[in-house]
């Protein structure tokens, strides 16, 4: 199965704050990868798809790169409810694989 | 467009278990649907698919042989069951939907989930 490696594990930041969230494919899964906010409780929601698209409605503070191996979500300027937990999924090959989530809290 | 799982369900260990996903708003038959698990306060893990329309099923090697993933396209509903129950089956489930996102390239996505239904197993 395919590893995907989700960077940082944990991330503290600042309301307008820029950052950057990474997974690593174990092999090459071209733009298969996807990305999903998760709030306490809550099933996860779609953020990016095919590596940089957003679905309606998604706010265009965040975007995604990456193809081959190497997948970046970025938020441009943090908002109060983007505080959450990312994940990354890759959606090339089965058995699909998830990243092991980031965990982005209020400094 | 939704898809609504069963309620919680509270187990002892060896029991068995059957969860479903209620699919409505959408050609049941033309997207695959799956599960993933989510053990308290850890990550998201994929359990394995189905495709409604003939039924193909993969799962992923950490859930083969221990879930039973199928589907009753009469009443769009999919499923999840176990024969045995274990406390470590003690997770939140959810059901997923990957289909077309967009129609003109034919990319897929992860796009619906459920609400999730919480399985405690205990003595």
């Known amino acids: 199965a395919v590893q995907m490696t989700q960077s940082p594990s944990s991330l503290s930041a600042s309301v307008g704050d820029r950052v950057t969230i990474s997974c690593r494919a174990s092999q090459g899964i071209r733009n298969d990868l996807a990305w999903f906010q998760q709030k306490s409780g809550k099933a996860p929601k779609l953020l990016i798809y095919?590596?940089?698209s957003l679905p309606i409605g998604v706010p265009s503070r965040f975007s995604g790169s990456g193809s081959g191996t190497d997948f970046t979500l970025t938020i441009s300027s943090l908002q109060p409810e983007d505080f959450a937990t990312y994940f990354c999924l890759q959606d090339n090959i089965f058995p699909l694989t998830f990243g092991g989530g980031t965990k982005l809290e209020i400094k | 467009v939704q898809l609504v799982q069963s309620g919680a369900e509270v187990k002892k260990p060896g029991e068995s278990l059957k969860i479903s996903c209620k699919a409505s708003?959408?050609?049941?038959?033309?997207?695959?649907i799956g599960w993933v698990r989510q053990m308290p306060g850890k990550g998201l893990e994929w359990m394995g698919i189905i495709y409604p329309s003939d039924g193909d099923t993969r799962y992923s090697p950490s859930f083969q042989g221990q879930v039973t993933i199928s589907v009753d396209k009469s009443i769009t509903t999919a499923y999840l069951q176990w024969s045995g129950l274990r406390a470590s089956d003690t997770a939140m489930y959810y059901c997923?939907?990957?289909?077309?996102?967009?129609?003109?390239?034919?990319?897929?996505?992860?796009?619906?989930w459920g609400q999730g239904t919480l399985v405690t197993v205990s003595s």
């Open positions: 997923f939907r990957r289909g077309v996102i967009e129609a003109t390239s034919g990319t897929v996505a992860v796009d619906l």
């Open positions: 095919a590596a940089s």
């Open positions: 708003g959408y050609r049941f038959t033309t997207h695959w």
